[in-house]
């Protein structure tokens, strides 16, 4: 059994690996831990300095905190093998300029989950979705 100091270390450790490994410039990431039944879900959001929007970047489950960002880092190190890129062209509801967001999901119902996350469907309009070229 871990101490809570051990798991703090050791959460706070895998957190940096994970942002070092994402390198998103002036992106903020945040790590949203939830229970829910008798498992932990995280939710790895980015915060966009410059339309200052956040966007679901992944999720994930396990049975404790090292556990759930164990397998962020698994999906961080592996997840543009895995999953298509896609330009998102959309504008908030109030504001005149149109805004590009990139997410890397399955398919493109993915990709709009992770745009919409968190927030009432009316308040973004979306004007268009591609899957960009793999290169």
Do not use: C
């Amino acid at each position: 059994m871990e101490s809570t100091t051990e798991v703090h270390v050791e959460s706070v450790r895998i957190q940096k690996q994970i942002e070092n490994h994402l390198g998103l410039s002036g992106t903020s990431l945040l790590f949203e831990f939830r229970q829910i039944d008798n498992k932990l879900r995280l939710d790895l959001i980015t915060v966009n300095p410059r339309h200052q929007q956040s966007f679901l970047f992944h999720t994930e489950t396990g049975y404790d905190k090292l556990d759930v960002l164990r397998k962020m880092l698994e999906y961080v190190r592996s997840y543009k093998e895995k999953e298509s890129s896609y330009t998102v062209q959309w504008m908030a509801r109030g504001d005149k300029e149109l805004n590009t967001s990139y997410f890397r999901a399955r398919n493109m119902y993915e990709a709009l989950d992770k745009l919409y996350f968190g927030r009432d469907m009316n308040t973004i309009t979306v004007f268009s979705v591609v899957m960009n070229p793999v290169s």
